[in-house]
């Protein structure tokens, strides 16, 4: 088709039975946005559209799970760009067919992970990620939006969340080498800091700046890392679990607070003060 066609979803929303639409092959198109809420576009039916194209010159083929698939296998062998599509609930990418004996897996090309708010997730080919269990099932979370509201850092205020990514697992830790970079879109738009919550719940600051947004400026670090990259905050780590940015909440200085009004005579009495009158005896 080459590009988005109203026309043959209409046609089959008036004639094709389920079954029908499960053949239908609506691959290598082009839907308007990178991450296509494709639950609308077919209104509700499982229809194949993977890959599809992420720019109207169809010139870079996205693959990914699908309101209908929303358990995508991460393919071998080559570099793959992952786009997680609008109405797709709690995406996973299968990496079993790649897993070595002690649960790791290595990356056999370039992997881009883009999710539906524009956070992304980028691994080098050769990247070697290893869990911390063995046995875990193979099902990687991509990049997903989690609700998180608050934060407390150590030695600071409680502060405001205004982006929350997890990547990895909720049961599982993960490393990482060489190291991945994480960008949260907007976030320094809103003079952000980032950190991350490890296993537990404990929250922890990235406090480390990158010299350079590049690889070898990652790998030069023992863990994290943050950059600002235009309205962006990029985060170079060599772990995957929950990452944040976060606007401190500032104490109230005092200036806007309403205090009752005492006389003056009053709170001179309080303190144990007198009060003294001076003035000139007026002449008759």
Not at 176 to 195: C, F, M, Q, S, Y
Not at 206 to 220: K, L, P, V, Y
Request: charge should be negative; glycine fraction near 10%.
């Amino acid at each position: 088709m080459g590009g988005c066609s109203d026309i043959v979803v209409g046609e089959l929303s008036r004639s094709a039975t389920r079954r029908a639409w499960k053949e239908v092959d609506a691959a290598r198109n082009f839907w308007g946005s990178p991450s296509p809420d494709f639950a609308t576009i077919f209104r509700g039916h499982e229809v194949s559209a993977s890959p599809w194209y992420i720019d109207g010159a169809l010139t870079t083929l996205a693959v990914g799970p699908t309101p209908g698939e929303p358990v995508f296998e991460l393919p071998g062998g080559e570099d793959v760009v992952i786009v997680i599509p609008e109405g797709v609930d709690e995406p996973l990418l299968d990496v079993s067919s790649l897993q070595e004996a002690d649960g790791s897996f290595a990356l056999e090309g370039d992997v881009e992970i883009i999710a539906p708010n524009g956070a992304s997730l980028q691994l080098a080919e050769g990247t070697v990620v290893t869990p911390s269990e063995a046995d875990w099932d193979g099902l990687f979370v991509p990049p997903t939006v989690v609700s998180l509201t608050t934060v407390r850092p150590a030695g600071e205020p409680e502060s405001e969340v205004i982006l929350a990514v997890k990547v990895g697992s909720d049961d599982v830790s993960f490393e990482v080498d060489p190291a991945a970079r994480l960008l949260l879109p907007g976030a320094a738009k809103k003079n952000a800091k980032v950190g991350f919550i490890a296993p537990g719940g404990t929250f922890t600051a990235i406090t480390t700046q990158c010299a350079a947004d590049s690889q070898d400026a990652g790998n030069a670090v023992e863990r994290d890392c943050f950059i600002v990259v235009g309205d962006d905050i990029v985060i170079w780590t060599k772990h995957f679990t929950t990452f944040a940015a976060y606007t401190q909440v500032l104490a109230s200085s005092g200036a806007d607070q309403e205090f009752p009004f005492v006389p003056l005579t009053a709170a001179l009495a309080a303190a144990g003060i007198g009060l003294v009158v001076l003035g000139r005896r007026r002449e008759a």
